[in-house]
Each structure stands twice: as structure tokens, then as C-alpha cells.
């Protein structure tokens, strides 16, 4: 589709208020891995010479610099409005998936105009770029399309499209974007994440990646059988201890919603309840 014209001024519209809305999104930011532990004493460390000479240097092409300058300039923004001006400026095509991807979360989750804090927005000019997004992700995850930075032959890491199905539903639930596209992109990051997890050994699919998936399957109610018991496999595999409250609170709500939450994964997720309770909020 033709890009959108950019985004115009807003005006006020009413906001309205439900009493069947789902527990808040988990933070689709990945956990900050523990340090690793250092080498025995009894191992001579190799000279600071020798390790340098032996470390090869890390190139950069001008894509990946212009990629990395992108990513910061999203990074700084600070509503909605402005990532969509950003996004038109520099055209969807010369953005790399990770920036779109980080486009479309700064979107979902940013104030929608930060001069008016607090106050209700017209957010209708930000439903053709949602859109628009959302399809051109679907065709970069298709390879429809090319990426000015391919991604290479193992393609879309897991837990980016844990946090590209998060941004879809926030997008989706905040907004009340059309259902088609999203659910479209969610059955395609349920196909790929699903080949990921189920025959990559090596697939380090973290409590907050499964949350975040379940989680935004449940918001725009897309149930795929096999993908649900991919997930709920890792779950158990995962163990009681490594999911956190809001995590065992999310996923219980979402197999519930999906009608996938068989006794055994209750008790499961309940177990993970007793580990944690100190830390639920009312």
C-alpha cells in the first residue's frame, strides 16, 4: 500500500472506560542477563598484548552505521506523533525490521502527543501508519519484500518477534486498529517462533518472551493449538522459579482467554504463584 500521509494535528475525543479489560501488558523489555562467572584462578589469563592481537576488529558497513544512527534517533522520541513524522521522513523503506519493529513499540506505547500530557488525543492519524507498519513487517518476515540490513539465514531472533507480537497487540488493544492485519502478522510470528522453539536447541525463549507472546495471542484472540502447546511446553520446561509474578499472572490470564489452560499448566502456573506471591500486587 501507498505510505500514509503524515500525521496531522490532534484534537480532543472522548475516552471511555470498560470493566473487562486484561491485566496490563507485561514490559516487553528482555531481561538483563546475570554476569557471567569468572575463569578459575588456576587459569592463566592470556596477556592483555595477546588477547588484543588475537581479537579481530569489528566492521561496521555504512548500512549498519546508518542503521545504528536510526535506531537512536527513535529511541529518543517522545510521542507518537513524532515517530510517525520520523518513520515518513526517512521512508519505511530505507528502515531496517529492528527499526520498524522499534517504531511500531515506540507508537503502541508513547504518548500519543507529549505537549498535552494527560489529555485525551485524537489518535486517528496514527491508524493508517499502524497499519501500513504492521503489513510491511508481515512482508519483511515473509521476505517479500527486501531489508536494507538482512537479517541472514536464521532470520527474525525469537525474542524479537516476541516483542513484535507485544507492539501488535498493544497497538491493536490501545488503538482498536483493524483486527486483519494484526491477526495476519501474529499467525506468521506464530509459524516462525514455533520452528524456533520447538527444533532449535539453542532457542533461549526467556519467561518474558512467553508472557509477551501468549499475552498479545490472547488481546487479539488468534488461537493456534499447536503454537499454544509449543508454549506451554517451554513453559514447564522453564520451571516454577524462573517466571515472575507479572509473568504467572499474564500467562494464566491468556491460556484462560484462550481456552488453553488445561489443570496441569494451573497447577504449574499456581506453584509459580506460591514462589512468588510476596510480589503480586493487589
Known sequence: PAPPAAAAAATTVPTTTTSTRPPPPPSSQPHQQPPQQGHSRSRKAPAKGAAAANKAPRVVSEVQAKQVEFNKELQKMKDSLAV???VDL???ESLSFFNLLTALHKIATLPVHVESPGQPRDFTPLLPWIDYLLQTLLKRLRDEVPDPEPLGPEGVPVNWLSRLAWAAGKA???FGCDRTPVQ????EVASQAQGKIQQDTRCQLKPRDLSNLLWAFAV????IPSFLTALKVKLFELGPTAVRSQ????????LDRLGALDAATAGH??????EHLEYFRP
Do not use: I, M, P
Open 269 to 274: 502456573l499456581c506453584q509459580g504463584t506460591l
Open 247 to 254: 509473568d504467572v499472572a499474564n500467562c494464566a490470564w491468556s
Open 220 to 223: 487479539v484472540e488468534v488461537h
Open 84 to 86: 510517525v513524522q520520523f
Open 172 to 174: 491493536f488493544s490501545r
Open 184 to 187: 495476519d502478522l501474529l499467525t
Open 90 to 92: 526517512h521512508k519505511v
